[in-house]
């Protein structure tokens, strides 16, 4: 099959979203496929990688987002779309790229969704109107992406909940996954642990976009927490956004020692910082998936993340899950279990989420798909939703 794949909001040093468009891509082909992906960039070109032909299209920056691109040429997009002839559409942005749906129906394309965000989760942190408001706002918009593709993919339960509140029949599961060679325990740094904390030191890291949706101002409230208890804890921040600055203030005027190591290209060296610590933070309450939380679970490293999110649902027992802004309590019960312990349980919960179960997952979806195009199955003329594939379990 010929899958091509749309997504916007990709930027170079954007982590979760270009992992999951690079290790998919990489598995259909793999598998024999043929992946197109599409996204924004500074400028045109078009090459083959490790991950399959990648056509960027230039696209403007997004003003606040820290440097996120967009595809905003419909035409050329749509013409590059015809002139490809995918078997099957796989598109990974529900807002900007919502016409992609339409354009596939009347081109007689099966597509599908990859829902990466909880626009429910989202709207819910909005500072001003009511509640019952933005969830209003949320069903609607997704009743929209719901009747505009045959498929929505959720990578959880978590994810699946607020398609299932409003009654979409076309939800399919599908999980991401991890690198489990280059995300391993043995990347544990002595020599690195030394960079950032003194012998006796509890060492966490908080690895994530510093954007407003991630909340990692709950990280250094974690910390501050834990440092008026007594304990010798101390963070470093991997990764960059738009909130950098703010959350560096915030630290210095409360005396907070935080190390803010920006974005780090290197997967090895990301792997090696999880792998030393002695527990990672993930705070965000919209999270559908959280690969950096599961990235830290393969290098044998607890997770303590928000309830609120999906992030209960992938760490298990493996980790510790805390309502609110303040996470110390987690970090707490994470730390009071014996090391090797919880860092055998972190590392064999990772390992139910492998990159190739992940992609036979997608790949089953976009079988059924081109199966029920084919045959032209599952198509409803009174709503234009086409109801093609299995629901997995």
Known sequence: MRIVRLANFVAPQSGGLRTSLRELGAGYLAAGHEPVLIIPGDRDTDEQTEQGRVITLHGPRVQFLGGYRVLTRKRKVAALLSELKPDTLEVSDRATLRWTGRWARGHGVPAAMVSHESLTALLAMMPVGPAGLWRAVANALNRRTARSYPQIICTTEWAAAEFDQIGAGNVVRAPLGVDLDTFSPVRHSEPLRTCYAAPGETLLVHCGRLSAEKKPHRSLTTLATLRAQ????????????????????????????????????????????????????????????????????????????????????????????????????????????????????????????????????????????????????????????????????
């Open 230 to 393: 007594g304990l010798p804890v101390r963070l470093v921040v991997a990764g960059d956004g738009p909130l950098r600055e703010s959350l560096e203030r915030i630290a210095t005027r409360d005396g907070l020692p935080v190390t803010f190591a920006g974005f780090l290209r290197g997967r090895t060296d990301l792997a090696a910082l999880l792998a030393t610590a002695d527990a990672a933070i993930a705070p965000g309450p919209a999270e559908t998936f959280g690969l950096a939380a599961l990235e830290a679970l393969a290098c044998g490293t607890p997770v303590v993340v928000s309830a609120e999110s999906a992030l209960p649902e992938v760490v298990g027992e493996a980790g510790a899950s805390v309502v609110g802004e303040d996470l110390a309590i987690g970090v707490a019960d994470v730390l009071s279990r014996p090391e090797p312990d919880r860092r055998a349980a972190a590392r064999a919960r990772a390992e139910r989420y492998g990159w190739p179960g992940a992609v036979q997952a997608f790949l089953a979806i976009h079988e059924d798909l081109a199966e029920a195009g084919a045959s032209g199955l599952g198509k409803d003329t009174t709503n234009g939703v086409v109801t093609a594939g299995r629901r997995m379990a």
